[in-house]
């Protein structure tokens, strides 16, 4: 179990407040976590998220919506928690991994924000600040990790210091498969409609068909093969509910399979789904009766904070700051391709 600390010499009394800065996507996010008595916790946050009118992202556009929007995102994160700007500790940022315009933005005004109130600057990883997000609301702590949103798809656990990877997608990610497929169909844009992937609301009334591939490599996935025999199907004429339920169904076991056999290998018996696909009630169904079937438990992250937010690279930069690690705004560049396992944890088990 953690256990409270004191706060770290880098903040300026009992308690430690950061601001985090998340803009890797289509979402600039801002959010506060305070380190108190009781340990991390996460206030309101804000943020804006970008959404195409037709086609698929792209990133000077969002970047271009970023710049319009963060200034009045970091205002309203502030005012919804009655704090000053001066009140903060750090401020944190997700520096990686992403699409480069957009971090760009967010490093940006990161950097300005700390040279301007003199505050140390938090360097975050997007996808350790998904991870640590679930083990805080699902008070799992040391769990087997399906991390699944639109751009990335691992299977992960801590072991020695850091985040291993056991297996990931070999292509696409799992939320990309699902986007990609929508638009090609026209079923979206907006591809959630009230809470719901427009995937998963075309699935109803569906059966299973064949012709869609399900592919498992060792501890690997692959989706670029069934989005392409997907496709293949609608155009060969089969109805499209059953296309839906059928490569939903092929691309949520698959992953579900991999995440049991990191249970197996590594003999942790909690589960834990974060990402933006976290918010499936489906691929939840399956992997809460894997997880029960092999004696073990399961939880999702909150749907509020499974989609990219700022209340998870606070957090995150929270833990980071309280373990005293900072970077120089000189120095902090960002890094498209920042990889999970190439990051320290070494506030795990001791602070979270």
Known sequence: MATAATPSSLCQGSECLVLG??????????GIARWGSKGPEL????????????????PR?????????????????LSLNSISARELDAIAVALGPGMGPQLRIGATVARALAASLNKPLVPVNHALAHIEVA??????????VLYVSGGNTMV??????????????????????????AREAHLGPPYVINGVHVVDKCAEGGQM????????????VSFSGILTAALRLLRRG????????????IAFSAVTEVTERCMAHTGK???????????????NRKLDMMARSQGGVYAPVPKWYSGDNGAMIALTGLLALMSNITVEPERAYINQMWRLDEVDVPWYGKLL
């Open 61 to 77: 556009e969002v970047s271009q919506f970023f710049s319009q929007v963060a200034a009045k995102v970091i205002e309203e994160a």
């Open 156 to 181: 992960t656990t801590y072991v020695d210091g850091r985040y291993r990877v056991f297996g990931e997608t070999l292509d696409m990610a799992l939320g990309n498969l699902l986007d990609t497929f």
């Open 238 to 249: 089969a109805r499209l509910n059953d296309v839906c339920y059928t490569l939903r169904e």
């Open 135 to 144: 083990r805080l609301t699902t008070n799992l702590r040391d769990p087997v």
């Open 209 to 220: 068909i064949e012709g869609i591939p399900y592919v498992v490599k060792g501890q690997d």
């Open 21 to 30: 800065i998340e803009s890797t996507a289509h979402t600039f996010g801002v």
């Open 269 to 283: 018996k909690q589960v834990v789904l974060t990402g933006g696909v976290a918010a499936n009630d489906l691929l």
């Open 43 to 58: 206030l309101r946050d804000s943020r804006r998220s970008y959404v195409p009118k037709s086609g698929g992202i792209l």
